[in-house]
């Protein structure tokens, strides 16, 4: 007990000592510079840094942009500065930053998630800019700059279909005064090739803004003869007819071309030693998918209270597919 008060003593102590020692009065120095006078440090290190910027509002909740602490509801915000710096490429990627949400693939083709044990297909909801989408593919996010997850039933705001919840991707809009181009390029293993670019022109003494995003990758996959590539591109204008009135047109083309994956067959209820590069399905298996999108957006002020809002879209899905399905084998002993 003691020793613990003497160290306790020391470490108060040898602070003062330190700066009165340091208050010495040097040879022809006056007793003001001395008392002016500290102990500096050898180096100074300054760090400057910024965390990424957190979305403050979301509209899958209410249909309106609401601050999310005002939400009475089960919210997850996942901004672009996060998903990409996970270098997400597709709604899958970005998922897992949402508690409660499990993420899966259907055969290679599309997304497919579960949100507290309800499967997307059969109850869950996909939107676009607040627009439902078809659940069975894939969403490409070179053009999303925030995910809206909500997890709960939602039939009160989207109809049946959402038990389990819904994903709202609310796309990159034109911005007024702005104009930058962003571009990248990647490339990884089996041949993974993907490029994209952003860009925005807007004039502060004009009225029209115009913003452009498109992507384009190609992969060999995984397994042997399982390619994929895809394309796609989204311009979209924004016109500010006075100090009321905002339009908003954006089109969507997106193409994506996969192989179907039925996985490896078990034999026995177990999986055999089997090379898991080795492709099983029929080489004639394959997924084309077209998807057009057309969004109309009017917003109006009709006082600092009352906003009119009308939105039209239209969301166009081909896909023709031919898959096999391995239900199981029946080993050769010979």
């Not at 997850?149 to 990159?172: C, D, I, M, Q």
């Amino acid at each position: 007990m003691r020793f613990l008060l003497f160290l306790l003593v020391l470490v108060c102590v040898a602070p003062t000592g330190l700066a009165q020692e340091s208050r010495k009065k040097k040879p022809g120095e006056t007793e003001e510079e001395s008392e002016q006078r500290t102990i500096e440090p050898p180096f100074v290190v300054t760090v400057e840094e910024s965390l990424p910027p957190l979305a403050s509002e979301t509209t899958i909740a209410t249909k309106m942009a609401v601050p999310i602490h005002e939400i009475p509801a089960s919210v997850t915000v996942i901004p672009q500065s996060l998903f990409k710096s996970q270098d997400a490429v597709i709604l899958s990627d970005a998922l897992p930053n949402a508690a409660g949400v499990n993420i899966q693939t259907n055969f290679g083709v599309h997304d497919h998630f579960l949100i507290r044990g309800f499967d997307s297909l059969s109850s869950g909801l996909v939107l676009t800019d607040a627009a439902s989408e078809p659940e069975a593919t894939f969403y490409h996010l070179y053009n999303v700059d925030q995910i809206e997850v909500l997890r709960g039933p939602s039939t009160f705001l989207y109809g049946g279909s959402p038990l389990s919840g819904a994903v709202n991707l609310a796309r990159k809009q034109p911005r007024p005064g702005e104009r930058f181009f962003q571009g990248a390029a990647t490339f990884g293993s089996f041949g993974t090739l993907r490029g994209q670019f952003d860009v925005n022109w807007g004039d502060m003494d004009s009225p029209v803004a115009f913003r452009l995003n498109a992507m384009g990758q190609r992969a060999d996959g995984y397994r042997h003869n399982r390619e994929n590539y895809q394309v796609a591109i989204n311009p979209a204008i924004q016109w500010k007819a006075g100090e009321r009135n905002t339009f908003t047109v954006n089109f969507e083309y997106v193409s994506n071309k996969y192989t179907p994956d039925a996985g490896i067959p078990l034999v026995g209820g177990s999986i055999p030693p089997v090379s898991r590069r080795t492709s099983y399905g029929s080489p004639y298996d394959d997924s084309d998918q077209d998807i057009f999108r057309f969004r109309f957006d009017w917003e109006s002020s009709l006082s600092d209270r009352i906003r009119w809002r009308t939105k039209i879209y239209y969301t166009d899905l081909k896909w023709l597919s031919d898959g096999t399905l391995i239900n199981g084998v029946v080993p050769d002993f010979q």
